[in-house]
């Protein structure tokens, strides 16, 4: 996948940080709530247990940390919308690092209190203007806050996929960039303006090659809900599943796009 020429859109850094610190916390909330045996239940991410995924879920955040820890790059050499499609290469180191957190720390609460802690601290020292460099290059660390986002907002459908009732909410500024961003990603990987992908109330993007649409209502539309559109592109639904399922609407010759997902694995 060729870099992304330019960045779709940009992200209110002030509701960014908040999004990413009401996410955390309401995922902690939640994990509370489980006793050892929801914690050794399987999830949909091979072999992970719950218990894995929530550290995991903290290990994210605290790539943020480590970053910060690295001296800062000379220049940005990277733009928001590579991440999504650099994430699939430090697949192998991420799970081994995620096996080797969960076996240092037992207590779920106390983890997931010292990463809200160090990275409340974080924020008030550092600006947004602080360079980091990451798995996709170097980026701005109000950029690798909507990348934090986006992996709480997963990883909250993951762990509410593995534990039946438990219901954790999602913070309304994480979920509405995850979407935006991950339709985004879409457009780069597919570029055009045949087809119009429809996921309201946070976004609207054209993709792929064909005929332009200028006026009037599009040829080719695909239309689905937030959560539906963020389990296509990072592969946890299978495009015919959720057609099937009627969780998706496709109209039009071009508006089949089950070949370019996911768009993040």
Not at 165 to 187: H, M
Not at 248 to 261: N, P
């Amino acid at each position: 996948m060729p870099p992304a020429k330019k960045r779709a859109r940009t992200y209110d850094p002030v509701r960014i940080r908040a999004a990413v610190l009401d996410q955390l916390g309401v995922v902690r909330d939640a994990v509370r709530t489980l006793g050892e045996e929801r914690l050794a239940g399987p999830t949909r991410l091979g072999d992970w247990t719950v218990r894995e995924l929530v550290v995991h879920i903290g290990m994210a955040v605290s790539a943020v940390h480590r970053a910060v820890e690295q001296p800062a790059p000379g220049k940005a050499d990277a733009v928001l919308l590579d991440w999504p499609f650099a994430t699939s290469a430090s697949s192998a180191l991420i799970d081994a690092f995620t096996r080797e957190l969960t076996a240092e720390h037992p207590d779920l609460d106390a983890y997931l209190a010292d990463v809200d802690a160090s990275l409340r601290g974080l924020l008030a020292e550092h600006p947004g203007s602080r360079l980091l460099r990451t798995n996709a290059g170097a980026l701005s660390l109000d950029d690798y806050l909507v990348t934090r986002a986006v992996e709480l907002v997963v990883h909250t459908d993951d762990l509410n996929a593995a534990v039946p009732g438990l219901d954790v909410s999602y913070d309304r500024q994480a979920l509405a960039a995850t979407t935006r961003l991950l339709a985004d990603a879409l457009a780069v990987k597919a570029p055009g303006g045949s087809t119009e992908v429809r996921v309201p109330p946070y976004a609207v993007v054209q993709c792929v090659e064909g005929p332009r649409h200028t006026r009037g209502t599009p040829p080719n539309v695909v239309e689905t809900d937030p959560l539906t559109w963020i389990r296509l592109a990072t592969g946890r639904v299978r495009w015919q599943d959720a057609v099937d399922a009627a969780e998706v609407s496709a109209s039009g010759e071009r508006a089949d796009i089950g070949g370019l997902l996911p768009v993040m694995a």
